[in-house]
């Protein structure tokens, strides 16, 4: 079954009528589809954030281009990067699953709890149930579709990711967390003011367990994740700016770093990024980088001068995925 390809020409998120729109909205909203944590980690802060099948239309390039560029290779290798806990890189499993040849997959994190759970195999899917409008509004939502909307209801692109999704997970239930005095005590004074979610736990299905791999590792360092030359897809999406701006959730804002320090920075990791590209690898970033506070001209012009091309975009103003050349 193709989720990519054709579909995406009717998919809202191509829609380029709606785009401009779509920009000036996000300026004033985090661009992150997911759930929000924050975890600690080398005494920083970590905004975690991930769902399923966000962003889909760069996911489904990628999809697309590996059977394309890729298809005299046995193995084709994929390294997603800052995968939270998980439900991005099971994305990329279900887009994969009919690929004609082995795939593996590895996410990896620097955050050591966010990797615990992803081995789990257990995930939440929530919704607001405070207000319709809140759910469509709020960007933290927006994998709810495949748990709490009927088959009527949903988009064909939407019918399609939740057949995929229902063939790898299956519902279990999950026992309540214990809350700490604390917490019961913010949650009484500010629970009138707080949406109301639901949410519903997800587990993976036996039998697909073992397509993704899951491990701690930083992307600063990546000769401890692969060797040179032998990854052909590299994602590393809507986390880029970690590495360039103080992001620190004390901050009341986040401030990028300047520009020669941040261009250090990217042209190191750039250049590591492509000595571990195979020919004809691809390095992803978010659709919507530019939204997270960074100086998207200056990514993209490190990028060209490190031994990149672009090769999709699903904005005018940013591409999301590099060729290596």
């Known amino acids: 079954m193709r989720i990519y390809g054709n579909y995406l020409n009717n998919s809202p998120c191509l829609d380029k009528d709606k785009i401009s729109c779509r ?44 059977e394309k560029m890729f298809a005299n290779k046995q193995i084709i290798r994929i390294l997603d990067g800052a995968c939270s806990t998980g439900e991005e890189t099971w994305s990329l499993a279900m887009l994969f699953q009919d690929f004609p040849k082995k795939v593996q997959i590895t996410g990896f994190d620097i955050g050591k709890s966010a990797i615990e759970e992803a081995k789990k195999g257990v995930f939440p899917i929530s919704k607001i149930k405070l207000n319709p409008y809140l759910e469509d509004f709020y960007d933290a939502y927006k994998d709810s579709f495949l748990s709490f909307k009927p088959i009527s209801e949903l988009q064909e692109y939407q019918k399609k990711c939740k057949e995929l999704f229902d063939s790898f997970f299956e519902p279990t239930s999950v026992p309540k967390e214990r809350i700490s005095l604390m917490e019961k005590i913010k949650l009484k004074l500010l629970g009138k003011y707080l949406p109301k979610k639901e949410t519903n736990y997800y587990k993976v299905r036996p039998e697909k367990a073992l397509l993704c791999n899951f491990v701690e590792g930083d992307i600063v360092k990546p000769d401890n994740l692969a060797k040179d030359g032998q990854v052909d897809i590299f994602l590393f999406r809507n986390a880029l700016y970690h590495l360039i701006t103080d992001d620190l959730p004390s901050k009341p804002c986040r401030l990028p770093f300047p520009k020669e320090e941040s261009q250090k920075i990217l042209e190191d990791l750039f250049r590591d990024i492509r000595r571990k590209l195979s020919k004809n690898g691809i390095f992803v970033l978010g659709n919507n980088e530019m939204f997270q506070t960074l100086d998207d001209g200056l990514v993209q012009k490190v990028l060209q001068q490190t031994g990149f091309m672009p090769v999709f975009r699903d904005n005018p103003e940013f591409a999301a995925v590099w060729q290596k050349v």
Do not use: H, W
Request: glycine share 4%; net charge positive; aromatic share 12%.
């Open 23 to 66: 920009l000036k909205l996000n300026q004033a909203v985090p661009s992150f589809s997911g759930r929000l944590r924050l975890e600690n980690c080398n005494s920083m802060k970590l905004i975690q954030e991930t769902a399923f099948f966000r962003q889909l239309s760069g996911l489904a390039f990628v999809r697309d281009y590996a």
